[in-house]
């Protein structure tokens, strides 16, 4: 077997690279059992832009700090690979394995990670209108990556991935058929890694297999969305073709009459760019109160803010609807799951979900709502028929693990045989 048990996480933005070096043989056995240790993280920042800075925190050193002028992806990665070359993790090292990429919009073409070749470039760039604003730096990070180590496996990650599975009933408009097809609209759903990790990763809590239960994982961040995953598959989730659908969030709208769009244009008089901008970036929580932060909401309703709690009830009363819908939708759950910034941090958000839902069979126990931590906890209470949960997102370790998967089917070690990881390095 070979030692090359590290995974590269490249997560590629428009003026940002954020990365973390993963080492699998730290951990289970089995990659997608959930193994894998961090060895070091970091983020570039302002590519393009002047004065840039790369942040990079390895986990046995202390994190260091350098500013400098970044001009374009492959200057930002070749710090990285400085960065992470001073701390003898170098990136020609033989004990890395592959690079993983978290790629947005994997359109229906790509349901699962797929190792990256030449035509998989392509087709991404294909996709490019499907997700105008982040395929393209995605792509850009993969090309650089492959320049720097033409010869390691790379491996594209889709954030629409794990819903592509999702009924055709979830999955399509009720719009003209032909007109949905000729331009690929349809619901795709996001944040899938994030999903799919907080689903399994709430299974093992309550001590069961993915398969055997059902779970409305609530992933609240700056972007928010919910998804209905029974038995380990994704049947429903609140974000459509874009982002944009779905949940109140820092920013945007979330659902609205699609009406509105034809109003604030015609009678309104904005154009098209301007409502994108507007429920996009200027909506949601910020453009109720001014504030896109639940601490600073929370902070100005103790203080007796009208708006900053009329923002927050807006807020909750479109998660409510979710995970009633989403309770109808599988008929019984097993599990709700809150992540993310706010969902991992909020006792007030996760109290105000599911306050009265006792007849659901859901119960929140508020001592142990109120406690703060960062592994994941049961907060329900004991008489709870619906376990409710806190599970920390790992975005990035999800991405290594099926980078990893990916990698050892691709040289057969996974076909019938288990990969055992050297005894001493498990925990
Ligand atoms: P994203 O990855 O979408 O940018 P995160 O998952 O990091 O977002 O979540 C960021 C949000 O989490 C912040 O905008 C803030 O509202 C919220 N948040 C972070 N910490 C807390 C906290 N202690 N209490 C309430 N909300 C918090």
């Known amino acids: 077997m070979s030692d090359a048990t590290r995974v590269l996480v490249l997560n590629s933005g428009s003026s940002s690279v954020k990365y973390q070096l993963i080492d699998m043989a730290w951990g289970s056995p089995r990659p ?56 003898g993790l170098g990136l020609d090292s033989p004990r890395l394995a592959a690079i993983g990429h978290r790629t947005v919009h994997g359109g229906t073409r790509f349901t699962e990670p797929t190792l990256i070749t030449d035509e998989v470039v392509e087709e991404l760039r294909e996709l490019i209108p499907l997700a105008p604003l982040h395929n393209p730096a995605n792509i850009t990070g993969i090309e650089v990556a492959r320049k720097l180590r033409p010869d390691l496996p790379q491996v594209a990650v889709f954030d629409t991935a794990f819903h592509a599975g999702m009924p055709e009933y979830a999955a399509r408009y009720a719009i003209d058929r032909a007109v949905a097809d ?13 999903h799919q990790y907080v689903s399994r990763r709430t299974a093992q809590l309550l001590g069961k297999d993915p398969e055997a239960v059902n779970v409305i994982v609530l992933h609240l961040g700056n972007g928010a969305s919910a998804s209905a995953v029974a038995g380990g598959r994704c049947v429903d989730t609140s974000m459509g073709l874009t982002p944009l659908e779905g949940l109140v969030m820092g920013t945007r709208s979330g659902d609205l009459d699609p009406a509105v769009v034809f109003h604030l244009h015609r009678v309104g008089g904005m154009s098209i760019d301007e409502i994108d901008t507007l429920l996009n970036r200027r909506s949601g929580l910020l453009g109720l109160c001014g504030d896109n932060d639940m601490r600073e909401i929370g902070r100005r309703m103790a203080e007796g803010d009208d708006a900053a709690r009329l923002a927050f009830d807006i807020y909750i009363h479109r998660l409510r609807k979710y995970i009633g819908g989403y309770y109808a939708v599988m008929g019984r759950v097993d599990a709700i799951a809150f992540t993310a910034g706010v969902g991992e941090n909020s006792a007030a958000v996760r ?5 009265g839902m006792e007849p659901l069979g859901i ?6 709502n109120a406690v703060r931590g960062s592994s994941p906890r049961l907060i329900s209470s004991d008489a709870s028929r619906v376990q409710v949960a806190v599970v920390p997102t790992d975005e990035e370790l999800e991405i290594a693990q099926q980078t990893f998967s990916v990698v050892r089917r691709s040289e057969g070690v996974m076909h019938g045989k288990t990969w055992n990881a050297p005894n001493e390095l498990e925990r």
């Open 32 to 87: 997608e059992a959930g193994g894998g240790a961090r060895l070091a993280s970091g983020i570039v920042e302002r590519i393009g832009e002047g004065q840039g800075r790369i942040k990079h925190e390895p986990a046995r050193h202390a994190p260091r700090e350098r500013y400098e002028s970044f001009p374009d992806h492959a200057g930002a990665l070749a710090a990285v690979a400085d960065e992470l070359a001073a701390d």
């Open 182 to 194: 000729a331009h690929q609209v349809r619901r795709y759903g996001f944040h899938g890694t994030s």
């Open 351 to 355: 109290e105000a979900a599911l306050a």
């Open 363 to 368: 119960e929140l126990d508020s001592v142990r």
